[in-house]
């Protein structure tokens, strides 16, 4: 066999391989994780509720979704190009498509183009974007009113939105001004005028001034509702109250904010029966419920559940509402719900008709009126 056709055929190989290479890291399943609780009963009639995925804090903002994959997609795609002889690179780089994030309405259309590397849920009228590597807001026509500089941000709630520099966490307002210093290893979300905050080891509550109201005495802590909050102390949850007196001891594995005078707790079992989901009022009264009455489950009447392997919704009868042939789902929000099928993703609605084709690559919950998708940035 000739030199000149050896080369040939090696060129060949190292396209294949090449090509083979990027097809793997272009069309990795962009969707969510599914659910934590993935057990399934083997009888058909069976349905499994999906539990709330917050297994020790109530309510956290300082661990965003994780950033798709398109930073690192296109550098590994690079680096196997750079092997590649250049006229081969210039076929290959026809096939290469940039995925970013963009702004879907309800109807599917496309209202901010995709330019983002990330992007967070609309709150307040505005929206965390990543842009080189940094991170600002938008306002819902997509203008930049608050300019890339922090390392990461959340959502607007109450009107202020955590920001981090580096590998510390504060606060500004809308119109960027930091209000609470980036000096905080955690925080939550403003609620009653108050934010759970952790300094070093333990929690806290500080005001809008960043005045220590509740000194750091808890291993964990969520939002203050209804003038009460859920405190950690130790390995049990309780409730304290806005002077940080505990009003209900720690006694439960699990204990959520207060919503319509009950807060939903788990109570640990015993060596023959296992954890058991109650409501608790607020004079401390506990009613065990079985996993339909956890309202935690529930978001917008509709709570995910498996069966066989796949997801859909029940509603609080427990009634099925979507049937389970989806590879994964996300709660409803905004009266749709993120599904997936294979590698992409749609929406449907609460009767389980397709409202918006699975079509993007990757897509986030709806937030006023708007869904995050990832796309081609063609």
Not at 60 to 79: G, N, Y
Not at 81 to 87: E, F, K, M, Q, Y
Not at 147 to 171: E, I, M, Q
Not at 220 to 225: I, V, Y
């Amino acid at each position: 066999m000739s030199s000149k056709r050896t080369s040939q055929q090696s060129s060949l190989i190292s396209l294949f391989i090449a090509t083979s290479l990027i097809a793997s890291i272009l069309t990795g399943c962009g969707g969510g994780k599914k659910p934590a609780n993935t057990s399934t009963s083997t009888t058909t009639t069976t349905v499994t509720t999906a539990t709330n995925t917050a297994a020790t804090t109530p309510t956290s903002t300082t661990s965003p979704t994780t950033a798709p994959q398109s930073t690192s997609t296109m550098s590994a795609a690079t680096t196997t190009l750079s092997s590649v002889p250049d006229a081969e690179q210039n076929t290959l780089s026809q096939e290469i498509k940039t995925f970013l994030w963009g702004f879907i309405d309800k109807t599917g259309n496309i209202v901010i183009k995709p330019q983002y590397e990330d992007i967070r849920p609309f709150s307040e009228g505005l929206a965390g974007v990543k842009k080189d590597g940094l991170w600002g807001f938008i306002d819902t026509k997509g203008n930049m009113v608050i300019r890339p500089h922090y390392d990461d941000v959340t959502k607007f709630v109450n009107g202020f939105a955590a920001v981090s520099l580096g590998d510390r966490w504060g606060f500004i307002n809308k119109q960027d001004n930091l209000v609470v210093g980036t000096q905080y290893k955690e925080v939550r979300s403003y609620s009653e005028h108050k934010a759970a905050v952790l300094p070093d080891k333990t929690w806290g509550y500080i005001d809008e001034r960043n005045s220590m109201l509740i000194s750091p005495n808890f291993n964990d802590a969520g939002s203050f509702s209804e003038d009460l909050a859920p405190v950690k102390i130790d390995k049990y949850w309780g409730f304290i109250n806005e002077k940080g007196k505990t009003v209900i001891s720690p006694s439960f594995l699990k204990a959520y904010s207060f919503k319509n005078a009950l807060a939903d707790v788990v109570v640990e079992g015993t060596d023959k029966s296992p954890p058991k989901d109650a409501l608790l009022d607020k004079s401390g009264i506990i009613n065990y419920v079985d996993s339909l009455h956890a309202r935690e489950n529930f978001i917008e009447g509709m709570a995910m559940f498996e069966r066989h392997s796949h997801w859909g919704f029940v509603d609080e009868s427990g009634k099925v509402a979507v049937k389970p042939h989806y590879d994964s789902v996300e709660p409803f929000s905004d009266g749709l719900a993120c599904v997936r099928t294979g590698m992409k993703k749609g929406y449907v609605d609460k009767e389980g008709n397709v409202a918006i084709k699975l079509q993007f690559d990757n897509a986030r919950s709806f937030s006023e009126g708007y869904a995050g998708v990832r796309i081609s940035a063609e």
